[in-house]
């Protein structure tokens, strides 16, 4: 074991159980994206560093992209997130797209961070965005959409809720503590950080930023003013819409969620699980009206959220939402081999089982029917197919539920929808 090359840190290998899990989350992005109306795209593995170095912030650039020289010598990166991408694509083809566009895509994400528990180098993330819209019920939808994968998903406003914000009502509240032009920028940083350190280093890091203790303090009181949202007509749409949309027991105003992105401009909003054991943010978004602006396009609003596979399967696993009986295995049915005369007999009932829409596995070698039963018990087949010489001559089958231990024999030609009532029947039971 020893000599076995180990993967590289911070990626993930995916088992079937794990890809069934990964598939089983796209299946639900997928559903809930698609009652909303939103249509799937997908961007390239690798763009040029340029992409996102005046759009996603230093510290994503700097600290945790994986950036390499391509053999012409251009910094190539593999992306860290998808809305510079996003942005990029609807600027080159702007005149003949119809807004406002839904889009939504799935795919493998990298950021060069310290890997632990709910954090990995390699992830695979929900984007979701809407483009051309820039009225309060937009971001309302959005909210929404995440708001129906949770309930979806089973959970529940206990387990997680989403919290909303505003930038430019922010803006305009940090405008009253006498903040440099610089300072601006790092108070949003500040602000975005305060879960992340303990309360004293987080005051320090406010005081090496060049805040004064009374700066500090009025700071304080801002960010504990839940009535704050009340000022903004944005925010007041905004929640009279998320109220008409069915989702209002998700949403909560917080005047700490800033999101550290410097591209976005209005709303923002994150989901944060608050079980006992996961207390922290799995998705998040907001307004960025100025982006496609920055890569070549007409300006253009937007707003979207992300959501990464890694926090929320391990919520969803916290809370029993997760299936216990996910198809690990896409063939529900196993057809046996009895022996080296029926193989290539066997071989095709297997072919006219798949023609008529069945998922067939056919066991690789004649061996005793028990370990084939075994076998198919541990693959998670539903069904044993047996051709033995009596059924062969005869035109027959015989049909093993393995979940009832029954077994009977029937005609070729009725096994497909013998078959496949077996199925529809354990489905629904």
Do not use: H
């Amino acid at each position: 074991m020893s000599d076995i090359i180990s993967s590289v840190k911070g990626t993930r290998d995916f088992y079937p159980r794990e890809m069934a899990v990964r598939t089983w989350l796209y299946n639900k992005m997928r559903q809930v994206s698609e009652s909303f109306g939103y249509q799937e795209y997908e961007g390239p593995i690798l763009e040029t560093i340029d992409l996102y170095a005046a759009k996603s912030g230093e510290e994503l650039v700097k600290e945790q992209s994986f950036v390499f020289p391509d053999r012409s010598g251009n910094l190539i990166t593999l992306r860290p997130e998808l809305t510079p991408t996003l942005a990029r694509m609807v600027a080159q083809q702007q005149r003949q797209l119809n807004f406002p566009l839904r889009w939504w895509s799935f795919g493998p994400f990298w950021r060069y961070e310290r890997p632990q528990k709910g954090r990995s180098r390699e992830f695979f993330q929900w984007n979701i965005d809407l483009l051309g819209e820039v009225s309060p019920e937009a971001d309302a939808e959005m909210v929404a959409v995440m708001a129906s994968f949770y309930r979806s998903a089973g959970l529940s406003p206990d387990e997680v809720i989403i919290l909303v914000n505003n930038r430019r009502l922010m803006d305009a509240e940090l405008g009253k503590l006498a903040l440099t032009g610089e300072q601006r920028g790092d108070v949003i940083r500040l602000i975005d950080r305060r879960d992340k350190l303990a309360p004293e280093k987080w005051r320090g890091y406010a005081l090496e930023l060049g805040l004064s203790p009374e700066q500090f303090d009025q700071l304080l009181v801002l960010l504990d003013n839940r009535q704050l949202w009340q000022k903004s007509d944005e925010l007041v749409r905004f929640f009279n819409a998320v109220d008409a949309l069915g989702v209002s027991e998700y949403i909560q105003f917080d005047p700490q969620i800033i999101r550290g992105l410097d591209y976005y401009t209005g709303t923002v909003y994150e989901g944060r699980a608050t079980t006992q054991d996961i207390r922290r943010a799995v998705a998040g978004g907001g307004r960025y009206d100025n982006l496609l602006a920055e890569v070549g396009g007409d300006a253009l609003p937007g707003t979207g959220f992300a959501m990464g596979d890694v926090v929320i399967a391990l919520l969803l696993d916290e809370t029993g939402n997760l299936p216990a009986n996910l198809d690990v295995s896409p063939a529900a049915v196993l057809m046996t081999i009895f022996d080296d005369d029926t193989l290539l007999a066997s071989y095709q009932v297997a072919a006219e089982l798949r023609s008529a829409g069945l998922n067939v596995v056919c066991y690789p070698v004649p061996a005793k029917l028990g370990k084939q039963f075994k076998y198919a018990d541990r693959i998670g087949a539903r069904i044993a197919l047996v051709l033995g010489p009596d059924e062969m001559t005869q035109k027959q089958v015989t049909i093993k539920n393995l979940s009832l231990r029954e077994q009977f024999t029937v005609p070729q030609s009725e096994a497909p929808q013998i078959i496949r009532k077996i199925l529809d029947t354990e489905k629904s039971v």
